[in-house]
């Protein structure tokens, strides 16, 4: 990529991500902050921020996916216009998918359960811990979201 090509990706990249990843932030920190002031468990603190923050990542993609497409399917039945949303919806699955099952797997549980043990106070070790996976996830769901623009729009 060429180095004067990088900023308006980045911006792209942000208008596109920027939003679900504030929210599933916040959902995950308070998810996982009232769990540890509750149990004093890092693992669970761990399990319900990573429910958390899924809720609100993919949360804010199906909203979004569903305002964008409601008014274009305003006509039709519910059932044909929820079908024809999950269908349309499936370039999300290949753009989030992948990295997802890496993340989700791999790299996410260690990293909000190891960095927190090591980093406090607790909700600051689980942000870096957070962090440190975020990027991780970004560039596989970068890649595949570039890979999924450059197959979808090809003559």
Known sequence: ????????????????YARAELLGTFMACSFATVVYAHTHSYISAAGAGFVGEGLGFYGYFIVAEIRRHGLHYKGISLRNRMTRIFTGSSSLFIEFAPAEVFDTFCIRPLAMYIVPQHIKPYALGFIAGKVGADLVFYILVIAAYEAKKHWLHRP
């Open 1 to 16: 990529m060429k180095r004067q090509s990088i900023k308006p990706k980045l911006k792209e990249w942000l208008q596109r």
